[in-house]
């Protein structure tokens, strides 16, 4: 009923805006003000826009249930539980001992710990800490987490962006500590104790990580997979360590860009890297020190590609050379096995913010080292692929742990068009392999029967 309002009206408006005041409702005081200014309101209509603002605010500042945290939520409770009684499912929750849980706390407690107000106590940084390696290990929602740690859904949310920020910058130096020329030989005499392949300072590989579409990304991220994705570029020691990781390029990047653009890819392909200076293979050959990589990549200097598929019979030579380069390669395919059973929030695309994606990736790639350096539990004997005694190679048991997406590969990197320097290399290490000095006794009988 428009009009000149009445004092009953004016009264009548006051306690409207009064209770609004309480259930904070700024824009309902200000459309209440607007109106009247207008000197009119239809108070039938103002009665019910306000009843139905009633009903949607929050009906408390906090949910009562979630002041119960700091005795009744999964890490005042569970994790305390696990950690006096049970160390294996300590493990199995957390993926580390209580030891490494408490020694990485305390290298991130300084950026993720919050001050105390008078208004509330804040989430204790060890409960963000193991709200978030819960997340990363297994993917759940962060609605369950809520649930379970009584925390509310957007907090959830802010906490794991934080804090596997918090884990990538603190941990980076230590974790993913670029090699030195002493670092690399070590590695390198890891790969031919093991592997058998002289010179080897790394395993190169790409995976795509899975994500929900960002948002306004159109086809950007969309790879040839079928799926949307950004690529985790890493290069593997003969520990199943990460040495160099590169995450955030787009999956429908082309071919050789994503490695080019990649931090260490502009080392190796440059030449900048700092490898230990050429040596002799034991048969005398002196040859650069190389990464090992797939088809997926160019043959560089510095970079063992394999020979072409479709060879024949009559290419023996090559194939023994190309099985000799795919047994060192197990070395990053593993990782990345390892990498994605352990931290299961690869197995289904990543539900974040893009920013966050890199965070969670690059989090991931740093607590697997830290993990792996100390704990057998991490990854035990059989966790990796392995020779039998008739040389078979045996699966490891994270093959039954990973989708079958994660197993995905990078598209080819690089045209055939190689330069003679790194075909000559590649040709060294072939008449290698099938020399007296550097033949597996085994390799022929296992390869041509």
Not at 310 to 324: F, M, P
Not at 329 to 341: K, T
Not at 368 to 397: K, L, T, W
Request: positive net charge; proline residues 5%.
């Amino acid at each position: 009923m428009p009009g000149r309002l009445t004092t009953e009206q004016i009264i009548f408006i006051r306690q409207i805006i009064e209770k609004a005041i309480k259930f904070h409702h700024k824009a309902f005081i200000v459309y209440i003000n607007f109106k009247v200014a207008l000197d009119s309101v239809d108070l039938d209509y103002l009665e019910q826009l306000y009843g139905s603002a009633k009903q949607a605010t929050r009906r408390w500042w906090v949910r009562p249930v979630l002041r119960k945290r700091e005795t009744d939520g999964a890490f005042s409770k569970l994790v305390q539980d696990l950690e006096k009684e049970d160390p294996q499912w300590y493990f199995e929750y957390l993926r580390m001992t209580p030891t490494k849980f408490k020694e990485l706390l305390a290298i991130v407690k300084s950026k993720i710990e919050k001050k105390h107000t008078n208004w509330r106590r804040p989430i204790s940084a060890a409960t963000r800490l193991a709200l978030t390696i819960r997340h990363l290990a297994t993917g759940e929602s962060k609605r369950s987490l809520s649930y379970q740690y009584l925390i509310g859904r957007s907090t959830v949310t802010l906490i794991v962006a934080e804090t596997t920020e918090a884990i990538w910058t603190s941990m980076k130096s230590q974790c993913l500590k670029p090699p030195t020329q002493s670092t690399f030989q070590t590695i390198a005499d890891k790969f031919m104790r093991r592997w058998d392949f002289p010179n080897c300072i790394g395993a190169i590989d790409g995976k795509y990580i899975r994500l929900r579409c960002p948002e306004n990304s159109g086809s950007t991220y969309f790879c040839h997979k079928r799926f949307f994705s950004v690529v985790l570029m890493a290069v593997v020691d003969a520990d199943y360590k990460f040495q160099f990781v590169d995450v955030g390029a787009e999956g429908s990047a082309g071919d050789s860009s994503i490695f080019a653009r990649s931090s260490f890819g502009c080392a190796i392909l440059n030449g900048t890297i700092e490898t230990p200076e050429p040596k002799p293979i034991p048969n005398g050959t002196i040859l650069p020190h190389v990464f090992v990589a797939d088809e997926a990549f160019p043959l560089k200097m510095n970079i063992m590609r394999p020979f072409p598929g479709g060879l024949s019979v009559a290419d023996r030579q090559k194939r023994v050379y190309n099985y000799r380069l795919s047994r060192a390669r197990l070395v990053v395919e593993n990782a990345f096995g390892i990498l994605a059973a352990r931290w299961r929030i690869f197995n289904s695309p990543i539900n974040c913010k893009l920013e966050t994606v890199d965070s969670i990736v690059k989090a991931c790639c740093c607590l697997h080292n830290f993990v792996m350096s100390e704990n057998s539990q991490y990854c035990p004997i059989n966790f990796v692929d392995a020779q039998s005694g008739n040389r078979e190679i045996i699966p490891g048991a994270w093959r039954t742990m990973v989708s079958d997406n994660w197993l995905q590969r990078q598209q080819r990197q690089g045209a055939n068009n190689f330069a003679v320097t790194p075909m000559t290399i590649r040709t060294k290490f072939l008449e290698y392999f099938n020399s007296g000095q550097g033949a597996l006794p085994w390799q022929e009988e296992y390869l041509f029967g």
